[in-house]
């Protein structure tokens, strides 16, 4: 490999230079961290689990431990425009140059084995931190937890975030199965928390087994929403009034009231103080979650949701603001498109839906057997998300231009509209 290559030329190398593009299993990533000296790291480490919320959940605790003035390594994926997305230093971006001086490294120790794209993502990440000299690292499991790369790393802390079915040819079919994997990133004597209100029982078997005592939502902590734009947070004898987190649903506050457990939990490590608390929950933002947008004269909100468990939570945010919405929706193949596409009907006026496109997306006889219960007049079928947006805009309506369905709708929405206002300046 060339070591002077630019970071589009290191991530192509990546995305071509092993021979699957998942590929679970630990034993690589703890070779190559071994190699750097990644893998008893100084700074405090806590890793984020679950099917929906991981992204949401790092998040928050980024924004919270950067608040109270610790240097914080926040590591999540997928990305949606930028690769440099994924490594950020207190909520920032890593820049290209540092990305590039991390592949390097690994590249340096690495040229007897080959490594998936998200196993270089995590390890430059892991160095990166390290050389920056963050006080602690926030890391988002990308697949499963047992033997997702994340989890070549002991943590000091986990969290898990609510479990559903999904990933089931990697995970199995049910939640108790798909649990049992999550909880692989759980550690004897470490602070561990899940925010799953019904969390299944393999969850709490797992952590009973390492003698662990597994902080509960609706046991261990509680949460409300309030009259007056607040919410309460509770565990024990003590109670917190705090702004709403700005990332949008109730969802969130289910999301939030994990991430203060666990920071409660670590107290004694890493002080905060409640101030730090809702100044980290106002601050908090992330692409793609809930996230309003204005066009021209329309407005647009772009959400990720990409499986029966996060559609439903987004079904019920529409519920709420009593809004019917223009969807622009596709999805990927291994997904329940069809009851994603059931949950979310009775707050959609007009559907454009287009094939993804890629080795994933699910193709247009998918999405048409998806949508063969729905009114044909109400389907507007596109060749791509692209051309399903400039549909969407110029529809003789005022409502809401609703982008999701999977991360990889939301990213090409999201370039769309880049493109649109680029080209409008």
């Known amino acids: 490999m060339e070591m002077n290559w630019r970071l589009a030329e290191w991530l192509a190398f990546q995305e071509t230079s092993h021979a699957k593009v998942i590929d679970m299993g630990l034993t690589r990533v703890q070779l190559v961290v071994s190699r750097l000296g990644l893998d008893k790291p100084s700074l405090l480490t806590i890793t984020v689990a679950g099917t929906n919320g991981k992204g949401s959940s790092t998040a928050m605790l980024s924004h919270i431990y950067a608040a109270a003035g610790y240097k914080v390594g926040w590591y999540s994926?997928?990305?949606?425009?930028?690769?440099?997305?994924?490594?950020?230093?207190?909520?920032?971006?890593?820049?290209?140059?540092?990305?590039?001086?991390?592949?390097?490294?690994?590249?340096?120790?690495?040229?007897?084995?080959?490594?998936?794209?998200?196993?270089?993502?995590?390890?430059?990440?892991?160095?990166?931190?390290?050389?920056?000299?963050c006080d602690l690292q926030v890391l988002e499991v990308g697949l499963g937890g047992r033997l997702d790369a994340v989890n070549a790393i002991d943590a000091d802390a986990a969290l898990i975030t609510p479990i559903d079915i999904d990933h089931q040819a990697y995970l199995g079919n049910t939640r108790d199965v798909i649990a049992r994997e999550k909880a692989g990133i759980l550690r004897k004597g470490q602070v561990a928390v899940c925010s799953d209100l019904q969390p299944p029982s393999s969850l709490i078997d797992s952590a009973q087994a390492l003698?662990?005592?597994?902080?509960?939502?609706?046991?261990?902590?509680?949460?409300?929403?309030c009259d007056n734009g607040q919410w309460l947070w509770r565990t024990g004898d003590r109670a917190y009034s705090l702004?709403?987190?700005?990332?949008?649903?109730?969802?969130?506050?289910?999301?939030?009231?994990?991430?203060?457990?666990?920071?409660?939990?670590?107290?004694?490590?890493?002080?905060?103080?409640?101030?730090?608390?809702?100044?980290?929950?106002?601050?908090?933002?992330?692409?793609?979650?809930?996230?309003?947008?204005?066009?021209?004269?329309?407005?647009?909100?772009?959400?990720?949701?990409?499986?029966?468990?996060?559609?439903?939570?987004?079904?019920?945010?529409?519920?709420?603001?009593?809004?019917?919405?223009?969807?622009?929706?596709?999805?990927?193949?291994?997904?329940?498109?069809?009851?994603?596409?059931a949950a979310l009907d009775p707050y959609?006026?007009?559907?454009?839906?287009a094939p993804l496109g890629g080795a994933r997306g699910a193709l247009l006889e998918q999405l048409q057997d998806a949508f063969s219960s729905i009114d044909a007049n109400l389907v507007q079928w596109c060749d791509a998300i692209s051309d399903a947006c400039s549909l969407a805009q110029v529809y003789d309506s005022t409502e809401i231009r609703l982008v999701c369905g999977s991360f990889v709708t939301v990213e090409q929405g999201l370039r769309w509209l880049e493109e649109q206002t680029c080209s409008t300046h």
């Open 211 to 225: 003698g662990l005592s597994l902080s509960l939502s609706g046991c261990d902590f509680s949460w409300q929403r």
């Open 348 to 353: 959609v006026d007009q559907w454009f839906v």
């Open 77 to 133: 994926s997928p990305h949606l425009l930028h690769y440099n997305e994924r490594i950020r230093i207190n909520n920032a971006p890593a820049s290209d140059a540092l990305l590039v001086d991390a592949f390097r490294a690994i590249a340096a120790v690495s040229n007897d084995l080959t490594l998936s794209y998200f196993e270089w993502g995590t390890i430059a990440a892991l160095w990166v931190f390290k050389q920056q000299g």
């Open 243 to 341: 702004p709403v987190p700005a990332l949008r649903g109730d969802f969130q506050l289910a999301n939030a009231a994990g991430a203060l457990m666990l920071v409660d939990g670590l107290q004694s490590r890493l002080p905060v103080e409640v101030s730090a608390l809702a100044q980290g929950l106002s601050d908090v933002r992330l692409l793609g979650r809930l996230d309003a947008r204005q066009f021209a004269d329309k407005p647009w909100l772009f959400d990720v949701a990409h499986n029966p468990q996060s559609i439903s939570a987004l079904a019920g945010y529409l519920e709420a603001q009593s809004t019917p919405v223009i969807a622009i929706f596709s999805a990927l193949s291994d997904k329940d498109i069809g009851e994603m596409v």
